[in-house]
């Protein structure tokens, strides 16, 4: 199964350039008695070293662009206040994704979501970025309709899972305990998943 190039996003977009991870932000916002630096520059490290990833995760989840943005910015409004309030969390990375996976959540189960469609037209042309020829673009762009085509037929919950389990690298019982599922819940609809993709891009292993 095809997966995104180095450097880029699931959907071949560049990331954006990032500014060196301050660890100290991390270990002080796990442990109330460590130094930590003053709060805008604590926002502004996990913001900058986490959006991009956290916009990404909700266009898989979403399969729309500015509903993703909308959720995103939800996201890192609900970081600003956690951090104002003072609140710790073990790792504000997970923390991150359990809150954008939930807002995508709620945001489907609004009722005006059914009206709108789950996958999303290609609107950015990979040449100009990438240095890619045209011939080079539009097999490119293929290749991302095609995949984004196939993931759209997964589940809500399947593209749940798959997300944690396979892009960010959770291990199934962190899946099965931010989702509140059973390990062998989480085994199952993955396991459908990946046959459903395998079957949509014509992998038969």
């Known amino acids: 199964?095809?997966?995104?190039?180095?450097?880029?996003?699931?959907?071949?977009?560049?990331?954006?350039?990032?500014?060196?991870?301050?660890h100290r932000v991390e270990?002080?916002?796990?442990?109330?008695?460590?130094?930590?630096?003053?709060?805008?520059?604590?926002?502004?490290?996990?913001?900058?070293?986490?959006?991009?990833?956290?916009?990404?995760?909700?266009?898989?989840?979403?399969?729309?662009r500015d509903l993703a943005e909308e959720v995103c910015q939800d996201v890192f409004l609900k970081l600003h206040v956690a951090l104002t309030e003072k609140r710790h969390a073990p790792s504000w990375e997970r923390w991150l994704t359990r809150v954008a996976v939930n807002g995508c959540r709620d945001l489907r189960r609004r009722r005006w979501w059914k009206s709108r469609r789950a996958t999303e037209a290609i609107e950015d042309h990979p040449a100009a970025a990438s240095g890619m020829n045209p011939e080079q673009a539009a097999t490119a762009a293929a290749e991302q309709r095609r995949i984004r085509a196939a993931f759209g037929k997964l589940s809500a919950r399947q593209r749940e899972i798959f997300v944690l389990r396979h892009l960010e690298e959770w291990t199934t019982a962190e899946v099965a305990e931010a989702l509140s599922l059973d390990p062998g819940t989480v085994k199952r609809h993955l396991f459908r998943a990946v046959a459903k993709l395998r079957r949509a891009l014509g992998e038969n292993r």
């Open 1 to 22: 199964m095809a997966t995104q190039s180095p450097g880029r996003d699931f959907y071949g977009q560049p990331f954006r350039p990032l500014v060196r991870w301050d």
């Open 27 to 64: 270990r002080a916002m796990m442990d109330p008695t460590s130094p930590m630096p003053d709060q805008p520059d604590v926002y502004s490290e996990l913001f900058q070293h986490h959006y991009d990833r956290i916009l990404s995760l909700c266009r898989l989840l979403l399969g729309d």
